[in-house]
Structures are given as structure tokens and as C-alpha cells.
């Protein structure tokens, strides 16, 4: 995972199972957002590795999609009893800053 102020980009290897299990590298750049007083990633741009890359666009949609889900599900990523106030990106980090909910 890298931290730039213009985002974060995570690298990772993903089996598709519709592709005889091939194992394909993935670089996913994402940008921290607050919405409703909690803190969401959008999904900027993906990128596919080998000779999958040119499906990299039709993954984007997806990977937002499941993120939202698997944020609202597993709670997001702040605990419930905070509330995000801001957010800031700098080169190797990333604020939050948070108030109690009242």
C-alpha cells in the first residue's frame, strides 16, 4: 500500500474463478471521501495485471460497489461511537480526525 496526497493505491494478486482460477495482479487507487460523518473509499482507477489489463474499466464499478458493501457491513472503518469530521492525505499517511457521537 502506498499514501499519496492524491490517493492510496493498494497492490494485491486476486484468483478469478471464471478464469480457470488464474491468479491476476491488481493496483486499485483509491480516494478516502467522508459522507454522512463517515469515511468511505472510491475507487479511482484499477489496474489489471497481464492479459487481463484491458477489463481493468469494467472492474472499477464492481470494486466500488463491493467496497460499499463491505464497509456498511463490517461497520465501516471508524467505529460506530465516532463521527468523521475531516480527512487529510499526506505522502506516507492519512489523518481522520473523529468526534464522539453524542
Do not use: C, W
Amino acid at each position: 500500500m502506498e499514501v499519496h496526497k492524491t490517493g492510496i493505491t493498494l497492490f494485491s494478486t486476486v484468483t478469478l474463478s471464471q478464469f480457470a482460477g488464474a491468479e491476476v495482479p491488481i493496483e486499485v487507487r483509491v480516494m478516502p471521501t467522508v459522507r454522512a460523518e463517515r469515511l468511505n473509499l472510491e475507487v479511482l482507477e484499477v489496474r489489471l495485471g497481464g492479459p487481463y489489463a484491458a477489463m481493468s474499466s469494467l472492474i472499477t464499478p464492481l470494486l466500488n460497489a463491493g467496497l460499499a458493501q463491505g464497509l456498511s457491513e463490517n461497520g465501516g472503518l471508524v467505529p460506530s461511537d465516532l463521527r468523521v469530521v475531516a480527512i487529510e492525505l499526506e505522502e506516507g499517511y492519512l489523518l481522520v480526525a473523529t468526534r464522539p457521537r453524542r
